[in-house]
């Protein structure tokens, strides 16, 4: 079932009841650049919240589209969604698939994105260049800061994929739980300090979540797109565009507000993440920040290396620190066409990490910070 066949205008039309479904008006020619690409599975009651905060935005209303993928829903949210669109300041458009079961975010993700490639190339200014094309993730429960789509577009003015900081102001008071979230901030902060990348400085952050991800179109269609599978398809396609030796960043001024909802569209997601969390009685342990330290120094030496690894001196002294030997070492760097594939490759992330007290990490890593003059996250 499709409600899509046209692009909606900029002064709000959705087409989201039958599928038959076309404009009202006549379509103006519209100045979309960026389209705001949103999976929806039941979430009826989180709507109300993205529609308004999408409504403002800092940046010309007719310069992004909202794309809501319909999954399956039967709440009426695709109902309340046509019912306020005519009021909106900006364009929607509308899709509905079938429901299947187990749910997929990846899936709908995926259709989502579709949505909005399509929408943009329909419904673009007609002299916009390839590169003037962004795709935007996020989702329905969530809510973009008022200058989301403005530092997005900033943002990937100079980087082709931007992973935003993902708040969650509705958490259960748990202190430990936000202590081990900010340890993980730090400990970015740290590896982007010993290990720095021009296109995403310190302090970085670890938030790779498809509520803010926003990539540059013809990078998302190069990548080949999120994947169909039940969960994690953000985080691997993040990976894929680092390995690809596409810039990514992971930008502090990019900030959307999500829910911590213990039941989520798909299983193994953030909603499974937040119960295992809530249910661990166990004082919190985690990577110890001098093996984390160690690994970073090692990343660091192989991306100064990989441009070099021709000269048999540079390349035997880079074996020798990674313990691997000189010729396994050229058979991995081989298929790399780029250093940050070639440091995937030859430094992965550890399966199973040496792991410490929260206390002691604590400890550790401010001392850490400190002798490496860290910037605070």
């Known amino acids: 079932m499709r409600d899509t066949g046209q692009p909606m205008p900029a002064a709000g039309l959705a087409h989201a009841a039958p599928d038959h479904a076309s404009p009202t008006r006549d379509i103006r020619a519209p100045a979309w650049t960026l389209a705001v690409c949103v999976p929806v599975r039941d979430e009826r009651d989180h709507l109300p919240a993205l529609l308004d905060a999408l409504a403002r935005q800092t940046v010309a209303d007719d310069t992004f589209v909202l794309c809501l993928l319909f999954d399956g829903c039967s709440d009426g949210g695709a109902r309340y969604v046509q019912q306020r669109a005519a009021a909106l300041p900006y364009a929607v458009v509308t899709q509905r698939i079938p429901r299947q079961q187990p749910a997929s975010a990846g899936r709908a993700r995926r259709a989502a994105m579709a949505l909005g490639a399509a929408t943009l190339a329909r419904g673009g200014p007609a002299d916009a260049a390839p590169d003037d094309a962004f795709l935007l993730s996020t989702d329905a429960d969530s809510v973009p800061a008022d200058d989301w789509l403005a530092a997005n577009r900033h943002a990937l003015a100079a980087v082709d994929v931007v992973a935003g900081y993902i708040e969650r102001p509705d958490a259960a008071p748990s202190e430990a739980h936000r202590r081990v979230e900010?340890?993980?901030?730090?400990?970015?902060?740290?590896?982007?300090?010993?290990?720095?990348?021009?296109?995403?400085?310190?302090?970085?952050?670890?938030?790779?979540?498809?509520?803010?991800?926003?990539?540059?179109?013809?990078?998302?269609?190069?990548?080949?797109?999120?994947?169909?599978?039940?969960?994690?398809?953000?985080?691997?396609?993040?990976?894929?565009?680092?390995?690809?030796?596409?810039?990514?960043?992971?930008?502090?001024?990019?900030?959307?507000?999500?829910?911590?909802?213990?039941?989520?569209?798909?299983d193994a997601g953030l909603a499974e993440t937040l119960r295992t969390r809530a249910a661990d009685r166990n004082p919190p342990r985690v990577e110890a920040p001098d093996a984390a330290l160690a690994r970073f120094r090692r990343a660091a030496a192989a991306?100064?290396?990989?441009?070099?690894?021709?000269?048999?001196?540079?390349?035997?002294?880079?074996?020798?620190?990674?313990?691997?030997?000189?010729?396994?070492?050229?058979?991995?760097?081989?298929?790399?066409?780029?250093?940050?594939?070639?440091?995937m490759a030859v430094v992965p992330d550890p399966c199973a990490a040496d792991e410490i007290a929260l206390d002691q990490a604590e400890t550790r890593l401010h001392a850490l910070e400190t002798e490496h003059a860290c910037p605070s996250p």
């Open 182 to 266: 900010r340890y993980w901030e730090r400990l970015r902060c740290l590896q982007r300090t010993v290990d720095p990348l021009p296109h995403d400085p310190a302090p970085s952050h670890p938030s790779q979540g498809g509520a803010s991800l926003a990539f540059r179109a013809a990078v998302y269609a190069a990548l080949g797109g999120f994947e169909d599978i039940a969960a994690h398809e953000d985080l691997r396609l993040v990976t894929a565009a680092r390995r690809a030796g596409y810039r990514v960043r992971h930008d502090r001024a990019v900030r959307v507000a999500t829910s911590s909802r213990l039941i989520g569209r798909a």
């Open 303 to 343: 991306r100064r290396a990989f441009a070099a690894l021709h000269e048999t001196a540079i390349r035997d002294e880079l074996a020798t620190l990674l313990a691997i030997d000189a010729d396994e070492l050229r058979r991995l760097a081989a298929p790399c066409d780029n250093a940050e594939a070639f440091v």
